[in-house]
């Protein structure tokens, strides 16, 4: 990668950002506050101040947004990896308005600030590359995910709409839709959840979603998960592509899930399906799950962003 510069997020793409600190020009890492900034620096070695740089960036201000561009020589950015995001789970009856909107801000808002601001630039250049981190759960909701899924469904029908406009600029808009991954996302998840009371909600629901829901959860970030090491490389695959694809799932144990709602319009074999995994596969969840990984065929990856 020749004269990129990327504002990114460091968690995911630390160790992708190390492995093309070395070929390109300029890479902006950004975070909200750079005393964390330890673990990236010592993964970044020799890189950190020549080839990376680092930023601050809130992607809920405006204000941030501008200066984190505005500080960027010429504001020049030729990939934009928008990864900022953050996951809310449980029942609704317990989930105040203030909190989901605080979700779409940072997943939905937050991103369009980004692209509002670094897009004009790449039509005027006719050149640019927009990523942006959604989920599996953007495609296919997923049970107590409801506000987490709909923010991720609104990014991928806001960049579905903007990348037709976007090609008539010779500007790519990609997305990366990861299933479960190993990062702070999980263990904030679980942490948030074992301290939450859930007022509001019946205790039917609260027991589904404790007792049937989250024991699911966990066993599918366990057998199913990725690293974010993975996620990286599907990332930078996708930067380097001659004609990247506007859609990149990069777990295939989701391809079958995703495929669901296509092979049905009426959308009753997903939520019968999903209803069927939860609530009566339950407990044998993890040897299907494991049944499901190691019978996974060729076919089903040469339609995902495979890391390898
Ligand atoms: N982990 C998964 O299973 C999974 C699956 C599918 C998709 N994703 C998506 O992957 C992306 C990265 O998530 P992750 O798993 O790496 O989670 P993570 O470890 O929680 O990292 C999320 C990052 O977003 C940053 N962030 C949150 N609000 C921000 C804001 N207002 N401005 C700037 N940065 C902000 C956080 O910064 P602070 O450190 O300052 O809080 C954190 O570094 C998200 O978009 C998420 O939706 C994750």
Known sequence: MMDRWSPVRETWLLLMLVSVFHT???????????????KLVEAAGDAYGKTLSLAVLDVCTDESVKQCINGIKD????????????????????????????????????????????MPDMKRRKGGHIIVVSSVMGLQGVVFNDVYAAS??????????????????????????????HTEFEAKMIQDVQQKEFPGADADTVNYFKNVYLPSSVDIFETLGQTPDDIARCVKKVIEASSPRFRNLTN??????????????????SVHAFYHMLFNLGPLMHVSMTAMKYLTCGCLRSRTISPN
Not at 106 to 118: L, Q, S
Not at 252 to 260: R, W
């Open 75 to 118: 504001r020049h950015v030729d990939v934009l990896i928008n990864n900022a995001g953050i996951g809310l789970v449980g029942p609704i009856e317990s989930i105040p308005i203030d909190e989901m909107k605080k979700v779409f801000e940072t997943n939905f808002f937050g991103v369009i600030r980004m692209i509002k601001e670094v």
């Open 152 to 181: 991720k469904f609104a990014m991928e029908g806001f960049c579905e709409c903007l990348a037709v406009q976007l090609l008539k600029f010779k500007v790519t808009m990609s997305m990366i839709e990861p299933g479960p991954v």
């Open 24 to 38: 390109s020009s300029a890479v902006i890492a950004t975070m909200r506050d750079l005393k964390r900034k330890d």
């Open 252 to 269: 295939p144990l989701y391809t079958p899930i995703v495929a669901l709602k296509y092979a049905d319009e009426t959308g009753g074999l």
